[in-house]
């Protein structure tokens, strides 16, 4: 049986909203601000947010509040190696995937959605440094998984995706 575009995104809906619930995890903190060490933070599902920036004592916040997964979407250059350090020291999983000013590649990709996916890495933060580059992988993800359009940019949008990455991921699904 094939399954409609729609059918699929109510399927993954349905899925990342009651399954956490079922399995008893964590949910992340509900809203769009749980800290100042958290820039631009926002809950996405019950266990899965967004963010910009982790400050000084932000990864110790994230940990108090439940999360298991960090997953980092800046390049080495930008400071990774010493939140890596940090994150592993309180028992978090780190997770770097370098998203520079390139699209980034299908295995990155591919890499994103396994962990977006996988229960057992939730509760998850997704982050990058102002949260442009969440915010547009974000879209895309949701794209890809059945979201309309404009629902997917809305969200991209909240996240902290600015006209610049926009312009990058319509340029990669105008086929939609």
Not at 120 to 141: E, F, K, T
Request: aromatic share 10%; glycine share 10%.
């Amino acid at each position: 049986m094939k399954l409609t575009g729609f059918a699929c995104y109510l399927i993954t809906a349905f899925l990342m909203v009651l399954s956490p619930l079922s399995l008893g995890q964590t949910q992340v903190p509900f809203g769009d601000a749980i800290s100042t060490s958290i820039y631009n933070y926002h809950r996405h599902t019950p266990t899965i947010a967004t963010s910009g920036s982790i400050a000084e004592g932000g990864l110790n916040e994230l940990k108090q509040k439940g999360f298991k997964t960090i997953v980092d979407f800046r390049t080495p250059a930008e400071g990774t190696a010493q939140e890596a350090k940090q994150a592993k020291a309180l028992g978090l999983n780190y997770i770097n995937l370098a998203v520079g000013k390139a699209w980034p590649s299908d295995e990155l990709l591919a890499e994103f959605y396994a962990l977006v996916e996988d229960p057992s890495q939730h509760p998850i933060l997704l982050h990058c440094a102002s949260a442009n580059r969440v915010g547009m992988l974000w879209a895309y993800y949701r794209l890809q998984r059945g979201m309309g359009k404009s629902g997917a940019l809305e969200e991209g949008r909240t996240i902290g995706m600015k006209p610049n990455r926009e312009r990058v991921l319509l340029d990669k699904v105008s086929s939609f």
